[in-house]
C-alpha cells in the first residue's frame, strides 16, 4: 500500500500516511484494511472508505468461500490430504517468521523482551486467556511509559521517501477536506448508525436461531474478535484458535492450520482466515440441516466477516476526524508497544502449538513425523536463506507432500 499509494500513485503524502497508519495501529482489528478505508474516506469521504474498505476484502472472501467449499467437501480425498500433509509444515514455519518479523520491529530493548516472554509463560505454561494478556500488557505500557517513557516510544516502520518530493494529491500541507472535519452532529450520527446496524443483525440471528444458536455465537464471538486484537491477523489467530476450537469446538486444530494455509495462499489479508472459520464452523454444525451445509457455510463465512470488519469502519469514520483534527503525533502509543511486544509471545505460542501438533500429530506416544520435519526444515532453509515468498514455499511444500504420501 505504501508503494503504491505514496510512491507510485501519489495519492497522499509520506507524513499524512504515517499519520493514518499510526491511528489504524492504535485501534483493534486488522490495520491495513483499516487503513485502506482510512485513505479512501480521506479522499472520498464516507461512500469513498466504504467502497476502498469493501473492495479490500471482498476478493478473498470469495476466493475463501471457494477454497472452503472444496476443502469440506473434497478435503477427505488422499490427493488433497497428502497436499495438506505438506502444507501444515510450511504453516508452522510462517507463523515463526511472524513471530520473527513482528519482534524484530518490536523488541527494542529489554523491557519489552520482558513482556514477550511473559507473554509467552502466560499463554504457553497457565493458559492466560488472550484478552486478558493484551489487557496486562497495556496496563504495563500505560504505567511503564510514565517512569521510563524512552522504553515505550513506538517507531514507524517505513522509511520516508528518499526521492525528491513529488506533489500528492493529500499533501503534507492539504488543508483537511470539508468532509473529514470533526463535526459533533456527524460523528453521533455514524455512531448511531453503526451500533444500530450490528444490533439488528446480531439481535436477528439471535431471533432465527436463539441464544445457543451458532450463527449468533459466530455474530458475539466475532465482534470480540474485532474488538479486542490488536496488531494484525496473526495476533487475531490466538484468540480465534481458543474461541472457536477449544471453547466452541467449530474446527479441530488440524482445520484452522488448514484454514490459515489457505488464507495464506489467496489474495487481500490473511484475517479473511475468519471467513473459513465460520463457513467450516456452520457447515460443521449443520446450521440449516444435512441437506444444506454449503448454504450453512456461506452464511457462516457472511457473518464471521460482517461481525469482523463492521467495527474497523465505524473506527475510522468515527475517529477519523478527531485525527485529521491533531495533524501531529499522536499521543497514548505506550500501551500499544507494549501490545505489540506481547504479541510476539504469543504468536510464538501459537508456533510451537501448531508444530507440535505436526510433528506429533497423535500424541507423544505415538511415531514423531520425520518427513514433516524435513519438509519444515526445507520450508524455513528456503524462506531464511533464499528469501522466497510465502506463496513458493507452499506450493512446494504441498508438492512435496503429495510425493512422499504417494511414495509411502
Not at 485513505?39 to 472508505?49: D, E, K, S, V
Not at 515463526?96 to 507473554?119: C, D, P, Q, S
Not at 486467556?129 to 517512569?147: D, E, K, M, Q, Y
Not at 506481547?342 to 500424541?363: C, K, R, S, T
Request: aromatic residues 14%; hydrophobic residues 55%; contains cysteine.
Amino acid at each position: 500500500m505504501h508503494e503504491e499509494l505514496v510512491e507510485k500513485r501519489r495519492w497522499i503524502s509520506e507524513r499524512r500516511f504515517l499519520h493514518a497508519l499510526n491511528y489504524c495501529m492504535l485501534l483493534p482489528g486488522p490495520e491495513a484494511q483499516q487503513l485502506a478505508t482510512y485513505i479512501g474516506w480521506l479522499l472520498h469521504g464516507t461512500w469513498g472508505g466504504v467502497v476502498a474498505g469493501a473492495l479490500f476484502t471482498l476478493p478473498s472472501l470469495v476466493i475463501l468461500v471457494g477454497l472452503s467449499w472444496t476443502y469440506m467437501a473434497f478435503g477427505d480425498a488422499p490427493a488433497v490430504a497428502s497436499v495438506l500433509y505438506g502444507i501444515k509444515p510450511a504453516v508452522t514455519v510462517i507463523v515463526v517468521f511472524a513471530a520473527y518479523r513482528i519482534g524484530k520491529r518490536a523488541l527494542k530493548n529489554e523491557t519489552l523482551w520482558a513482556v514477550a516472554v511473559t507473554a509467552f509463560i502466560a499463554i504457553f505454561a497457565f493458559n492466560v486467556p488472550f484478552p486478558a494478556i493484551i489487557l496486562g500488557a497495556a496496563t504495563i505500557g500505560f504505567l511503564g511509559s510514565r517512569r521510563f517513557p524512552e522504553k515505550f516510544q513506538l517507531t514507524a516502520s517505513h522509511q520516508a521517501a528518499t526521492e525528491a518530493h513529488r506533489r500528492a494529491l493529500i499533501d503534507d500541507h492539504t488543508p483537511t477536506p470539508e468532509h473529514a472535519r470533526f463535526q459533533r452532529g456527524r460523528l453521533w450520527r455514524y455512531a448511531a448508525v453503526g451500533v444500530a446496524l450490528w444490533g439488528v443483525v446480531l439481535g436477528g440471528l439471535y431471533a432465527l436461531h436463539g441464544g445457543e444458536g451458532t450463527l449468533p455465537r459466530m455474530g458475539w464471538f466475532f465482534t470480540k474478535a474485532a474488538l479486542l486484537t490488536f496488531g494484525g491477523a496473526y495476533t487475531v489467530l490466538p484468540y480465534v484458535y481458543q474461541g472457536a476450537v477449544e471453547s466452541f469446538h467449530w474446527l479441530t486444530t488440524a482445520q484452522i492450520m488448514d484454514g490459515l494455509a489457505l488464507g495464506e495462499t489467496t489474495p487481500g489479508p490473511l484475517i479473511m482466515v475468519v471467513a473459513f472459520v465460520g463457513f467450516v464452523g456452520a457447515w460443521g454444525e449443520q446450521v440449516f440441516g444435512p441437506e444444506a451445509l454449503a448454504t450453512a457455510g456461506i452464511i457462516g463465512a457472511g457473518v464471521a466477516t460482517f461481525f469482523t470488519f463492521l467495527p474497523s469502519f465505524l473506527f475510522i469514520l468515527i475517529g477519523g476526524p478527531l485525527v485529521e483534527a491533531t495533524q501531529g503525533v499522536l499521543k497514548f502509543t505506550a500501551p500499544l508497544t507494549a501490545i505489540t511486544a506481547a504479541v510476539v509471545g504469543v504468536v510464538l505460542n501459537l508456533a510451537v502449538f501448531f508444530a507440535v501438533h505436526v510433528l506429533w500429530p497423535e500424541g507423544f506416544a505415538r511415531p514423531f513425523e520425520g518427513v514433516a520435519a524435513l519438509i519444515g526444515a526445507a520450508a524455513f532453509l528456503a524462506m531464511w536463506r533464499y528469501q522466497w515468498d510465502i506463496i513458493p514455499v507452499i506450493s512446494a511444500c504441498g508438492a512435496a507432500g503429495f510425493v512422499a504420501t504417494y511414495l509411502r
